[in-house]
């Protein structure tokens, strides 16, 4: 009997305008003027397959941020985005951000079966409830809906999408000229749905998809999201600071998906990472310290307030941070990104302005800066040690930040035997390893995928 495969790392590059870090825009080496240019996140997009990452990850959201007079946080909608970038590249997956409560079950459902039929199959969904109250007066409600109910609304959203992709079985598109018949009707399949939010009728006007359902992405880590995850989630988007968290993160992702029946093996984890490379680790020190100095505390507070709801303009910028204002019910608060606040100011005892600088490269998640071979240490060790199946890379800048991890950093990761020289897949949910699901009573055939044109060389 031959041996299974080794283990292979899921990469994925996360898109942000100009990079992660706040500053990004403001550095000489930012292409400013590109930042609207189709043509530059496909040579991104197109780099990144060269490299054979897992997916392009694009976040998104229903309204402006407050803080876009300091930092490129606006958002370009994530489908016109990634049919760009689908129409250059043949193997990468294309993650969108899609909110359950703003937006229509049915609607949704058409855009990612359509991306994924347009795309060849490499289509994935990071489901979000949307955390910004001021995305509800865009869509005419006098509030934003509180944490809890967002997570019911998401949840039966998710089985009324669901219900949709799989309700043309695998087999119903049947396009033989002989018999003139198109589809096979006795296959596709009203949904039905009456539930407390939603009523849809169905059937999806778009076929099944080439990989029946695009792959279901979340992004939290509350206690809400966890179990929402546990339940829906093929991959996980998540951030911590320490292998430690990052390890009790993963065993606990693992053990809910478990307990109910779900294969924790299709549940992929993957944390963020910003690198700052450098040849040497005080060469990529003063790289994260040229990026920091060009930080304005105006935009880094106020994006400290949104994390922790602490309002500290004015603040001595050098005192100690005033932990005492954090208070015992937010401490016990379950947001992810508080806790990740609140682990960094309880380890370290930073200053404000070295709290802001800690925050300022990627929100939260893990910022590493050193030598291509201390951050190939860092992703095996968080690898093999039960804290992550991957990465979402964060570049701190474009395009120099990604250039520098794919040159110097992934060929180590190669030559480790962690991450694949070429894809052997070419859908997303094959470069994950997950299972293509069952529309119902039929088997799956690959039918429908040659009708469509979908298979590549």
Known sequence: MSEPAPRQLHLNLFIYPGGHHEAAWRHPDTPRDRLLDLGFYQDLARRAEDAAFDAVFLADGPSLAANVRYASRFRLEPFTFLSGLAAVTERIGLVATASTTYTEPYNLARLFASLDHLSGGRAGWNIVTTGDPGAAANFGLDSHPVHAERYARAHEFVDVVTALWDSWEDGALVADPGTGVFADTDLIHPIGHSGEHFDVAG??????????????????????????????????????????????????????????????????????????????????????????????????????????????????????????????????????????????????????????????????????????????????????????????????????????FVDHVVPLLRDRGLFREKYTGTTLREHYGLPRPDSGSAPPVAQDRAILGHVHP
């Open 203 to 404: 059937p999806l006007n778009v076929p099944r998809s080439p990989q029946g359902r695009p792959v279901y992405v979340q992004a939290g880590s509350s206690q809400d999201g966890r179990a929402f995850a546990a339940r829906h989630a093929e991959a996980v988007f998540t951030a911590h600071q320490t292998l430690a968290d990052a390890q009790a993160f993963y065993t606990d992702i693992r053990e809910r998906a478990r307990a109910l029946g779900r294969d924790p093996d299709h549940v992929k984890v993957l944390p963020g990472i910003s690198p700052f490379v450098g040849s040497t680790e005080r060469e990529a020190r003063e790289l994260e310290e040229r990026f920091n100095a060009l930080t304005q505390p105006e935009y880094s507070l106020g994006q400290l307030e949104r994390m922790t709801g602490l309002d500290l303009a004015g603040h001595d910028l050098d005192a100690p941070f005033p932990a005492h204002l954090i208070g015992p019910e937010q401490r016990a608060d379950a947001r992810s990104r508080l806790q990740v606040v609140l682990g960094i100011v309880d380890r370290e005892r930073p200053t404000l302005r070295g709290l802001l600088h800690r925050l300022a490269g990627a929100r939260g998640h893990h910022v590493l800066a050193g030598t291509p071979e201390r951050i190939a240490d860092t992703i095996q060790t968080w690898f093999e040690q039960g804290a992550a199946d991957g990465f979402n890379v964060m570049p701190p800048h474009l395009p120099g930040g990604f250039d520098a």
